[in-house]
């Protein structure tokens, strides 16, 4: 090879044509078409043959050589037709050389025409291979083969640039014309939204987006936002955790004629008419299912505490489709901005609802206590109520001085409250925190839940599910216990506590745990208990009244041991979801109101403290967040620091956090 040569490479996948100017060793020093001079190895020319370049030629005119050469070249790769040639050698599978291969196709050959097979060879991806310095055709099986990928591979080109063409143009806010892709789009951004990598086609969604150039985390979300799938503040736990939002037509159809036309009562034949009781409710303003009442009569001795809960196993029947959804949801779920109820709002907030001034059929505990607060006798029957007043709780503490009855159920459950706690009871009352939305934004309150009107309803109703539970293990019935054993670390009960110690107190608690074995409840300090209270919202509570009313009703037990075992594996992590998604959405709620204030102040109180990374807790939130502080910051547990906040993402549950 000496300088004047032409010669063709390869560089970045396009094949360019050169001239050699220079010899550099085993190197070549060239002038390619695109008018860029380098130095080439030898290993790389693909071919070369001696130019009509002369000496005394100026750059330029070598350029326009190059130029007639590469569409000279280019004219004559045209008219070959490698399939032609293929199926001529294939018959025989007769191997040639790249010079034979020219002289075969034209009928002789030229440097210009060698080249011209030659890149028409190697742009070839079906018919032939280079082995040996020879030109072999490639099978038919095979040939078929690459044809197939190729066309494979084509329509995936050709997807991704239609999909990536019609995400750029969401991105930009305009709507996706095509309506089968909009729809493919759609549930593709969905699944990678809700599930991330772990999406069945992640990896095809990523490549769209990075194709579209929209490769942020969130863009998924983003688009679907854009696109009028998603709200800004789409709770994704629901989808991920397949938490059923709507009913079944059966269900609602179900619970549409039970409100129209109630069956005939069960458990009429051994109901009880309390209806000339003064019965009322307490529950929160924005409370819709009332599954819960109170009444109190005054007897020589002492008192009649009676606790009436709503009777939907009157309603709703065993394995019907309304009990079967009822089951699935386990219960009904409150997040700050809706309501997932455990049953249809037909019958959850009217048939089944313990409304003023109707009459309503109710599971009825009544305690007799003397004066004291001591228990001397109980009844549990099947009822007929009628509610004569619906308060709230802001209602009772309001009236508590001069209405009686409310003052003696304060007394009373206040008696029976230290009863409890003298037997061994420890009770954690931290504020609970609550979300409202208003048309000027998001509103945070915190809600003392010490009050007397709180007290009442919830001794009152620890009480009743302490009697349902001795009621099912006296009798010896299958049943579904709560139970909770003794703290992990040792909590001392009688000091006072400050809200750094309750809230130390609380991740010392032993998880609370549910099986067919009644054992004692440490924290509320009963030897058994289980949940009677909520049946409208809980299924454990329907499940327990089933089997209560089956008893007093004269029938045998409705459920056995292995029917609740079933049961329980179903109801449990249905009720630990709804737990896992009421604390997620009121962090969520809570970061975004927080996010508000970003650049400012905030005091936070010290929990603990992990290699001078401190856990805090923002006290007027009830907010856990995290601080990584330098070496030379120094925070012990109880300490109130000043903070700026920098930085909130609520979707990525993300607060940075700066000494202030």
Not at 2 to 14: A, D
Not at 523 to 530: F, I, K, V
């Given at each position: 090879m000496e300088p004047g040569y032409l010669v063709e490479f390869f560089e970045e996948r396009r094949l360019l044509i050169a001239v050699v100017t220079e010899l550099k060793g085993e190197r070549l020093h060239v002038l390619t078409q695109t008018q860029r001079e380098m130095t080439l190895p030898r290993k790389r020319v693909l071919?070369?043959?001696?130019?009509?370049?002369?000496?005394?030629?100026?750059?330029?005119?070598?350029?326009?050589?190059?130029?007639?050469?590469?569409?000279?070249?280019?004219?004559?790769?045209?008219?070959?037709?490698l399939e032609d040639l293929w199926e001529l050698l294939s018959q025989e599978n007769q191997a040639l050389s790249l010079e034979e291969m020219a002289t075969l196709w034209f009928q002789g050959s030229n440097p210009d025409q060698v080249a011209a097979m030659g890149r028409a060879l190697y742009a070839d991806r079906f018919f032939?291979?280079?082995?040996?310095?020879?030109?072999?055709?490639?099978?038919?099986?095979?040939?078929?083969?690459?044809?197939?990928?190729?066309?494979?591979?084509?329509?995936?080109?050709?997807?991704?640039?239609?999909?990536?063409?019609?995400?750029?143009?969401?991105?930009?806010?305009?709507?996706?014309?095509?309506?089968?892709?909009?729809?493919?789009?759609?549930?593709?951004?969905?699944?990678?939204?809700?599930?991330?990598?772990?999406?069945?086609?992640?990896?095809?969604g990523k490549a769209f987006l990075e194709k579209a150039?929209?490769?942020?985390?969130?863009?998924?979300?983003?688009?679907?936002?854009?696109?009028?799938?998603?709200?800004?503040?789409?709770?994704?736990?629901?989808?991920?955790?397949?938490?059923?939002?709507?009913?079944?037509?059966?269900?609602?159809?179900?619970?549409?004629?039970?409100?129209?036309?109630?069956?005939?009562?069960?458990?009429?034949?051994?109901?009880?008419?309390?209806?000339?009781?003064?019965?009322?409710?307490?529950?929160?303003?924005?409370?819709?299912?009332?599954?819960?009442?109170?009444?109190?009569?005054?007897?020589?001795?002492?008192?009649?505490?009676?606790?009436?809960?709503?009777?939907?196993?009157?309603?709703?029947?065993?394995?019907?489709?309304?009990?079967?959804?009822?089951?699935?949801?386990?219960?009904?779920?409150?997040?700050?901005?809706?309501?997932?109820?455990?049953?249809?709002?037909?019958?959850?907030?009217?048939?089944?609802?313990?409304?003023?001034?109707?009459?309503?059929?109710?599971?009825?505990?009544l305690v007799t206590l003397d004066a004291a607060g001591q228990l001397q006798d109980w009844v549990i029957h099947p009822s007929l109520i009628r509610v004569r007043r619906r308060l709230t709780y802001q209602e009772v503490d309001e009236m508590l001085p001069q209405d009686a009855t409310l003052a003696a159920l304060g007394e009373l459950t206040a008696k029976l409250k230290a009863q409890r706690l003298a037997q061994g009871g420890y009770e954690i009352r931290l504020p609970e925190v609550w979300i409202s939305f208003a048309p000027w934004g998001l509103q945070v309150t915190i809600e003392n839940q010490e009050t007397t009107s709180h007290q009442i309803v919830s001794e009152a109703m620890v009480l009743a599910n302490f009697l349902a539970a001795r009621f099912l293990a006296d009798q010896g019935l299958p049943a579904i216990y709560r139970s909770q054993t003794e703290p992990r670390e040792p909590i001392d009960r009688h000091e006072p506590k400050n809200l750094l110690k309750l809230w130390?107190?609380?991740?010392?608690?032993?998880?609370?745990?549910?099986?067919?074995?009644?054992?004692?409840?440490?924290?509320?300090?009963?030897?058994?208990?289980?949940?009677?209270?909520?049946?409208?919202?809980?299924?454990?509570?329907?499940?327990?009244?089933?089997?209560?009313?089956s008893v007093l009703s004269g029938a045998p037990p409705l459920y056995n041991a292995d029917q609740l075992e079933k049961i329980l594996l179903t109801i449990e992590p249905a009720m630990r979801r709804a737990a896992f998604l009421k604390g997620k959405r009121l962090r969520y709620w809570l970061l975004k109101y927080l996010a508000g204030a970003v650049g400012q102040k905030v005091e936070a109180l010290v929990l603990d403290e992990f290699n001078h990374r401190y856990r805090l807790l923002l006290p007027n939130l009830l907010l856990e967040v995290s601080l990584a502080a330098p070496a030379s910051v120094r925070f012990n547990p109880g300490d109130l620091v000043q903070l700026r906040l920098d930085k909130v993402e609520p979707r990525e549950d993300l607060v940075k956090l700066s000494l202030a």
């Amino acid at each position: 090879m000496e300088p004047g040569y032409l010669v063709e490479f390869f560089e970045e996948r396009r094949l360019l044509i050169a001239v050699v100017t220079e010899l550099k060793g085993e190197r070549l020093h060239v002038l390619t078409q695109t008018q860029r001079e380098m130095t080439l190895p030898r290993k790389r020319v693909l071919h070369a043959t001696p130019g009509r370049l002369c000496p005394d030629w100026s750059r330029q005119q070598m350029l326009v050589y190059l130029e007639e050469s590469e569409r000279k070249r280019e004219s004559l790769q045209a008219e070959i037709n490698l399939e032609d040639l293929w199926e001529l050698l294939s018959q025989e599978n007769q191997a040639l050389s790249l010079e034979e291969m020219a002289t075969l196709w034209f009928q002789g050959s030229n440097p210009d025409q060698v080249a011209a097979m030659g890149r028409a060879l190697y742009a070839d991806r079906f018919f032939f291979k280079y082995k040996e310095g020879l030109w072999v055709p490639n099978p038919p099986s095979m040939v078929a083969t690459l044809k197939e990928k190729a066309r494979r591979e084509e329509k995936e080109r050709l997807e991704l640039t239609t999909a990536a063409q019609m995400l750029q143009a969401a991105w930009e806010g305009q709507e996706i014309p095509d309506p089968r892709w909009r729809e493919r789009l759609i549930t593709l951004l969905k699944q990678m939204a809700i599930f991330g990598p772990e999406a069945p086609e992640y990896q095809k969604g990523k490549a769209f987006l990075e194709k579209a150039r929209l490769t942020a985390p969130d863009a998924p979300f983003r688009l679907l936002v854009k696109l009028g799938v998603f709200h800004e503040d789409e709770n994704l736990y629901l989808y991920q955790l397949e938490v059923p939002r709507e009913f079944s037509d059966a269900a609602r159809t179900s619970a549409q004629h039970l409100s129209a036309a109630p069956p005939p009562d069960p458990y009429e034949h051994c109901r009880v008419d309390l209806r000339h009781l003064e019965t009322l409710t307490i529950d929160g303003e924005r409370t819709r299912d009332f599954d819960d009442a109170l009444s109190l009569e005054k007897l020589p001795a002492g008192w009649r505490l009676g606790v009436h809960i709503a009777d939907v196993s009157a309603l709703v029947q065993p394995d019907t489709p309304l009990d079967l959804e009822a089951r699935e949801r386990g219960s009904s779920i409150y997040l700050p901005e809706e309501r997932l109820a455990m049953l249809p709002e037909e019958i959850s907030e009217n048939a089944l609802s313990l409304l003023a001034h109707q009459d309503r059929s109710a599971l009825s505990f009544l305690v007799t206590l003397d004066a004291a607060g001591q228990l001397q006798d109980w009844v549990i029957h099947p009822s007929l109520i009628r509610v004569r007043r619906r308060l709230t709780y802001q209602e009772v503490d309001e009236m508590l001085p001069q209405d009686a009855t409310l003052a003696a159920l304060g007394e009373l459950t206040a008696k029976l409250k230290a009863q409890r706690l003298a037997q061994g009871g420890y009770e954690i009352r931290l504020p609970e925190v609550w979300i409202s939305f208003a048309p000027w934004g998001l509103q945070v309150t915190i809600e003392n839940q010490e009050t007397t009107s709180h007290q009442i309803v919830s001794e009152a109703m620890v009480l009743a599910n302490f009697l349902a539970a001795r009621f099912l293990a006296d009798q010896g019935l299958p049943a579904i216990y709560r139970s909770q054993t003794e703290p992990r670390e040792p909590i001392d009960r009688h000091e006072p506590k400050n809200l750094l110690k309750l809230w130390q107190d609380r991740r010392k608690l032993s998880r609370v745990v549910m099986d067919l074995t009644p054992h004692s409840h440490w924290g509320l300090g009963l030897p058994c208990y289980t949940l009677a209270t909520s049946p409208i919202r809980r299924y454990l509570d329907l499940v327990t009244h089933r089997q209560i009313l089956s008893v007093l009703s004269g029938a045998p037990p409705l459920y056995n041991a292995d029917q609740l075992e079933k049961i329980l594996l179903t109801i449990e992590p249905a009720m630990r979801r709804a737990a896992f998604l009421k604390g997620k959405r009121l962090r969520y709620w809570l970061l975004k109101y927080l996010a508000g204030a970003v650049g400012q102040k905030v005091e936070a109180l010290v929990l603990d403290e992990f290699n001078h990374r401190y856990r805090l807790l923002l006290p007027n939130l009830l907010l856990e967040v995290s601080l990584a502080a330098p070496a030379s910051v120094r925070f012990n547990p109880g300490d109130l620091v000043q903070l700026r906040l920098d930085k909130v993402e609520p979707r990525e549950d993300l607060v940075k956090l700066s000494l202030a």
